[in-house]
């Protein structure tokens, strides 16, 4: 299996809402990353977890919670967003984080969020 | 912090060949990416350029030179599924080792 699974492929949410984006892979990978992708802009990391631990928090707003159950499932909880976190919600993997890691990230197809 | 530099949109006929242009500046370099992706999808991984020099593979060929911070993907033999954004992404050495994205270019490629 050579591949990230993100659910749901699109998702519409009202401002009062609490939903989760999740991922999965099955490639060993000890890192795993949420960017966040306006049209025509390039990703945005969010958040990294290696080896289960979040490693990097770019700043995000509170009102989106990761979370790493274990070294296979990646979720993003989501609650009392704006319109203007309507985006692509792209999940990624790789090997480890550091500097081993010189064969390229894996990406999920995407969620595709809209907050109404 | 790093400054990636792309152009924003080429175009190219069926068949031809074309070089998309990278430019970037960062106070450390481990090594840059480049990923093809279309609209709505994921990006997909295509190379990566530690070393100076030209890695190629099938149609499509990498460039680095790290003294110019300079990197170019060349395309050969275009089709029309090469019509996608092409992201350049450089990686800093210590810290996080994250890469940073440039915005892409779009490339169209008509018949």
């Known amino acids: 299996d050579t591949e990230v699974t993100q659910t749901p492929k699109h998702l519409v949410m009202g401002m009062t809402n609490k939903k989760s984006l999740k991922c999965e892979q099955h490639?060993?990978?000890?890192?795993m990353y949420w960017y966040k992708q306006k049209a025509k802009k390039p990703p945005e990391l969010m958040f990294v977890?290696?080896?289960?631990?979040?490693?990097i928090n770019e700043s995000v707003p509170s009102r989106f919670s990761p979370e790493c159950p274990n070294s296979s499932l990646l979720n993003l909880h989501l609650h009392a967003l704006q319109p203007e976190d309507s985006a692509l919600y792209l999940c990624?993997?790789?090997?480890?984080?550091?500097?081993?890691?010189?064969?390229?990230?894996?990406f999920g197809s995407g969620t595709r969020l809209t907050v109404v | 912090g790093q400054n990636i530099d792309q152009p924003t949109e080429m175009t190219a006929t069926e068949g031809a060949i074309v070089q998309i242009n990278c430019t970037y500046q960062?106070?450390?370099?481990?090594?840059l990416f480049w990923y093809q992706q279309h609209a709505g999808e994921a990006p997909t991984f295509l190379s990566y350029?530690?070393?100076?020099g030209l890695e190629e593979k099938g149609r499509f060929s990498s460039f680095l030179s790290r003294s110019k911070g300079y990197s170019y993907l060349l395309l050969k033999e275009l089709q029309m599924k090469d019509s996608a954004s092409y992201l350049c992404?450089?990686?800093?050495?210590?810290?996080?080792?994250?890469?940073?994205f440039g915005r892409g270019t779009s490339l169209i490629v008509h018949p």
């Open positions: 350029n530690v070393l100076d």
């Open positions: 960062t106070s450390g370099f481990n090594g």
């Open positions: 977890y290696s080896y289960e631990k979040l490693s």
């Open positions: 990624a993997s790789s090997q480890d984080q550091g500097q081993a890691t010189n064969y390229g990230y894996t």
């Open positions: 490639m060993g990978h000890r890192a």
């Open positions: 992404a450089v990686r800093r050495s210590g810290g996080s080792y994250i890469p940073t």
